[in-house]
């Protein structure tokens, strides 16, 4: 197999109102708004991209803002928690910056690392987790975080399932992912490279019921493959394995298929190219509105629709 999939390309989660997410990723967690979009499959409700300088794939999180639904309860079948690579000795850094931001964090360990596990705005759990092997990212450093605390793309993903089995042995024969660590009901898989940026840990919470979906909760998280030719490749291994998986979706930024691995959680495989400068330079990444071409003649309709935000302000 010469087409691994590299990692994680991106997390995706559903939230109430927009504004105290902007201001939570950006003001407290210090990281660069990269794209205001809007769901394609569901055009009047935004799409909200953070992730690091260039919108590196493996460093954005992205929300759909629901500001009239009910909050959900998170739960099997779900990613519970989503984890950052942050520079080893960084948490006593960001014990005090949260604070001073009135967003409660605790330390905890986990495999030997530390680690500060936070909620965000909309209660979904973040997890900042100290590394000597951070991803080969570019931090955002207008985001009032310095380079040798800031956030370096993702460390990990959290799925919770029922049981571990169905799960685990999806991740290994079919994903080809090893198994490197476990401890108490938590299984580390990492992918192909390994590191952190491709971990991901197989919890079983059977004491949880069947995760909803709504604000509050992570919808999918996605997985990188190089390519629309690695993409096919996956997208028949993943249908010979028995799972059902979506045609491929032109998201703009990348090209995407979808589907539930066998513990419940929805997997979306996105390839790296062609990426978030497809419709705007570097310096005019998240700075406005962008709508992909089909949905560009209905831009008044859609923005006359959407909620008003204010952007991040640069400092
Ligand atoms: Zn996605």
Request: net charge negative; proline share 8%; with cysteine.
């Amino acid at each position: 197999m010469n087409t691994p999939v590299l990692g994680i390309h991106h997390v995706t989660a559903i939230i109430g109102q927009p504004q105290p997410n902007i201001d939570f990723y950006t003001g407290a967690l210090g990281l660069r708004m990269i794209k205001l979009t809007v769901n394609y499959d569901d055009p009047e409700t935004y799409h909200l991209y953070f992730g690091d300088t260039a919108g590196t794939p493996g460093t954005a999180i992205t929300f759909f803002p629901w500001p009239y639904a009910q909050r959900a309860q998170p739960g099997v079948g779900q990613v519970l928690s989503t984890a950052y690579a942050v520079p080893n000795g960084s948490i006593e850094y960001w014990l005090k910056r949260l604070s001073k931001r009135s967003v409660s964090s605790q330390r905890a360990e986990r495999m030997g690392e530390q680690m500060l596990t936070i909620r965000d705005p909309d209660d979904l759990q973040i997890e900042l987790v100290e590394t000597d092997q951070l991803p080969d990212v570019q931090p955002w450093l207008d985001g009032g975080v310095p380079r040798e605390h800031a956030i370096h793309g993702f460390h990990s993903v959290t799925l919770a399932v029922a049981q571990h089995q169905p799960t685990n042995d999806f991740l290994r024969d079919v994903f080809a992912f090893r198994r490197v660590s476990e401890e108490a009901d938590v299984v580390r898989f990492e992918t192909n490279q390994g590191g952190p940026g491709g971990f991901v840990q197989v919890q079983a919470r059977p004491d949880l019921p069947r995760g909803e979906m709504g604000p509050g909760t992570v919808h999918h998280v996605a997985w990188r493959v190089t390519d629309d030719d690695a993409q096919a490749y996956w997208r028949n291994t993943v249908i010979k394995a028995g799972r059902h998986v979506t045609p491929v979706k032109d998201r703009n930024y990348f090209h995407s298929i979808y589907f539930r691995e066998p513990g419940g959680v929805i997997f979306e495989m996105a390839t790296d190219c062609p990426g978030m400068m497809v419709d705007e330079n570097i310096n005019a990444l998240g700075t406005q509105l962008k709508l992909p071409p089909f949905l560009e003649d209905q831009r008044d309709q859609i923005v006359s629709k959407l909620p008003s935000i204010t952007l991040p302000v640069r400092l």
